[in-house]
Each structure stands twice: as structure tokens, then as C-alpha cells.
């Protein structure tokens, strides 16, 4: 059994409960640009970064149009009005703690922009813990396509992918650590069904952080020789 030596979380939905206040950012965007998309639409789209999420709504005319105001306004709405509301689910500090007690190199990935992206770690209290952040800004593409883990990886330096695991909240998140080869843990708290974890390629489910932290022994996060028989 490999050992696992570095653990890549999401943000949104992982740590953060934040899924929502996305959905609701791009329903405004969208809205203010003429166009009505239903809120639980664009909540099942959230975990993918803006240029996947307008592909979704907009035809290709439309994205050359306005997809880009429709997105820097999202951004402006979420990062002033939204995310200063925004809490940390319960224990997730704590499970990070735990994961960093084990000798694991963390790093977040998420893709949002960098300040986004920032201001989420300070909100979550977690950048002590954190040995790298990767945002939209060092990908060129966004989930399920894989550039920003491609980017986690780079930071983490010649790691066997097989000894790094991803902690996510969408099958997104899933769907791009198997294209990598990478382990993905699902967290049920982002709101996306079970069902569709597991099809995405999950290799075990949770419901939140905190569910997380109190399994740790019997979980893929646990070291080799610690782990408890699930």
C-alpha cells in the first residue's frame, strides 16, 4: 500500500460553505446581462472554473459577446458582496490540522482567481497549514479538465501521483484527479449527490470535514500502518 505524502483540498464546498453564494454570484451576473439562469443550474455547475460554467449557458457567439463581463462581474459581486458572509465548515481546520500532524504537504486548489482565492484561505484560517495555493491563475483550463491539479503537482515537486490524494465536493474534482491518476475523497457538504461521486470516480465518501476528521483512521488519508480496519 502506497503512502500518501501530500493531500490536495478544494476550497468551495470542501472547506468553505460557499456553493451556494457561487451560484447565487453567477445567477446575478447573468441576470444583469439579460439573461435568467435557474439558481440549481448553475449550483450543479459550481466547482468548474468560468470558462467551463459559460460554455454551459452561452453559445459561442454569446461567450465572445458578454461571457467575459458576465465573468468579472461574478467576480466582483462574489468577492465584495458574497464571500465576506462565508464560514468555514465545522472542523475543517482541524482535519487539516490532523493531516499536517502526519507529516502531508497540503495544498489548495481551487478554480477561482487568486484573490478570490486568498481571501478564502484567510476567511478559513487554514494558511498556516498550507504549504502552496493554486488558483485559475496558474492553470491555463479549468476542472474536470485537469491543469490546475497539473499545477498542485508542479508545486509539490517529483511526487509519485499515486502517493497524493484529493479531498473534493464535486465530481469535477473527481473527474480530474482520475485523469492524473490521482486518489479523490468525496465530501458530501457541497451538495452534489453521492451518486454521482462515486460515478465520477470517488474512492470513498464523506459527509463533511467534520465526519471526515472522526472516520481519519479508517479513511485513505490515514497512514499504512495506523489504519483501521473500515
Known sequence: MVSVSAVIFGVDGTILDTVDLHAAAWQQAF???????PREKLRSQVGKGADQLLQTFLSPEELGWIGAGISSLRDQIYGRELLPGARAFPC??????????????IV????TPRGELD????????????????SADDADRSKPRPDV????????GSVDPREVVLVGDAPSDAEAAAKLG????GLLCGGFPEMELLE??????????EDLLARYGASPLAPPGERLAS
Open 31 to 37: 441576470r444583469r446581462f439579460g439573461r435568467e439562469v
Open 149 to 156: 491539479l497539473e499545477a498542485a503537482l508542479d508545486r509539490l
Open 182 to 185: 490521482l486518489l479523490s475523497v
Open 108 to 111: 489548495l486548489a481551487s478554480p
Open 119 to 134: 481571501a478564502s484561505v484567510e476567511l478559513a484560517r487554514v494558511g498556516d497549514l498550507v504549504s502552496w495555493t493554486v
Open 200 to 209: 465520477a470516480g470517488c474512492a470513498a465518501i464523506y459527509l463533511d470535514p
Open 92 to 105: 475543517a481546520r482541524e482535519l487539516l490540522q490532523r493531516v499536517a500532524r502526519d507529516g502531508r504537504r
